[in-house]
């Protein structure tokens, strides 16, 4: 931890430099080679330019353009950092446009994207499917499903005949997940209470949790999870998700998908529960601080702070921060104490992938537009 702990504090001060100023410019057919983080599929220059905000170490980007021609890298959005935080290298190369991150310009966390995109398939991801008139109405249907991000739609001259019309929605993660949950002596975690919660009603929850159950099959996805309660939020985010299990001794939140039957077996650890979508869902949990809990990775940046509820107040009060480990006088090194980690992770929506095709058009859910 101290290695870690070491490298993401000295990035994250190095980082304060260019995160203090904002910078709209994008620069067309300009390349910042190298220091790349990682890189996500965009459909143009500001779903990438959104995607570095939200990253929590991304300080600017290269877009790769649908008009690049070296090669098939197109909708490729390259999130970029370095240690003085300050661009290395710029050099002019077609097809693509470089830009900064928006965190120092008062950033809209939850953007909306109005945009459709003819000829470009936002490929996977999908949770269910139907039959529409025409992209709009697809786009209509999306945003009226609280589970949909994204969509793509097939137009009706499209090659394969049976599957003209056909609406696919889509689906990714809206509610944080930190990378990594563990046990740690001397840590304490917890959450923003400004963190966004879908809500679909204004009925509240009663909620119901099963302690010592689980549900050994019907796997639909694993995920890093902090506490019952988060992973029910995970559960009621996903659209496929019919229920879960909580495993607190690996921090890991299994949502499971079966309509027919649920068979559990009890298990000491493990919490099983449903998802709340028909009522307003509780956001208590957000208020617990989890003791001898590390959220590790993700930071955005370190401060010293007396306490924990310092640090969780803090985290609440930065629009950028969704959750927080705070570093207390019992950690065994001294040089970490006092320390508040402000992290977050990428909740806009963010197709897996993205490919040319012809006689299709995609896009994104309008509920952010209002």
């Known amino acids: 931890m101290e290695t870690h702990l070491i490298l993401v504090g000295l990035l994250s001060l190095c980082?304060?430099?260019?995160?203090?100023?904002?910078?709209?410019?994008?620069?067309?057919?300009?390349?910042?080679?190298?220091?790349?983080?990682?890189?996500?599929?965009?459909?143009?220059?500001?779903?990438?330019?959104?995607?570095?905000?939200?990253?929590?170490?991304?300080?600017?980007?290269?877009?790769?353009?649908?008009?690049?021609?070296?090669?098939?890298?197109?909708?490729?959005?390259?999130?970029?950092?370095?240690s003085s935080g300050n661009v290395a290298v710029q050099k002019p190369l077609e097809g693509v446009t470089s830009g900064f991150s928006l965190k120092a310009c008062t950033p809209e966390l939850q953007p909306c994207l109005p945009k459709v995109y003819p000829g470009v398939d936002f490929l996977g991801a999908d949770y269910t499917a139907l039959f529409t008139a025409d992209h709009e109405e697809c786009q209509r249907a999306c945003t009226q499903d609280p589970g949909c991000q994204f969509f793509t739609f097939v137009h009706e001259d499209f090659g394969t005949e049976t599957i003209r019309f056909k609406c696919h929605l889509k689906y990714s993660p809206s509610i944080p997940v930190p990378p990594i949950v563990e046990r740690r002596t001397g840590v304490v975690s917890g959450f923003s209470q400004n963190v966004h919660l879908p809500q679909q009603s204004t009925t509240a929850c009663e909620g119901k949790l099963f302690p010592s159950i689980s549900v050994p099959q019907s796997n639909l996805k694993t995920l890093p999870g902090v506490c019952p309660d988060h992973c029910r939020a995970l559960c009621s985010a996903h659209p496929a998700c019919t229920f879960f299990s909580f495993d607190s001794n690996e921090f890991k939140c299994h949502l499971k998908n079966n309509k027919d039957k649920m068979e559990t077996i009890a298990k000491?650890?493990?919490?099983?529960?449903?998802?709340?979508?028909?009522?307003?869902?509780?956001?208590?949990?957000?208020?617990?601080?989890?003791?001898?809990?590390?959220l590790r990775g993700s930071d955005i940046r370190f401060e010293l702070m007396d306490d924990?509820?310092?640090?969780?107040?803090?985290?609440?009060?930065?629009?950028?921060?969704?959750?927080?480990?705070?570093v207390t006088e019992a950690f065994h090194n001294r040089d970490f104490r006092r320390r508040c980690y402000f992290k977050r992770t990428i909740t806009m929506p963010a197709p897996p992938k993205i490919t040319k095709l012809e006689k299709v058009t995609s896009g994104f859910q309008l509920r952010s537009c209002v």
């Open 15 to 82: 980082s304060l430099s260019l995160s203090q100023v904002c910078n709209t410019q994008l620069l067309e057919n300009v390349d910042f080679p190298g220091t790349d983080i990682k890189f996500e599929y965009s459909p143009d220059v500001d779903h990438c330019q959104q995607l570095c905000t939200q990253h929590p170490s991304c300080l600017f980007f290269t877009f790769v353009r649908a008009d690049w021609t070296r090669d098939l890298r197109h909708f490729y959005c390259y999130l970029k950092t370095t």
């Open 268 to 294: 000491e650890g493990s919490t099983t529960g449903f998802p709340e979508r028909f009522c307003q869902l509780d956001e208590n949990w957000l208020k617990v601080a989890h003791y001898e809990v590390d």
């Open 308 to 326: 924990a509820d310092s640090c969780q107040r803090n985290c609440t009060e930065d629009p950028l921060c969704q959750f927080y480990t705070y």
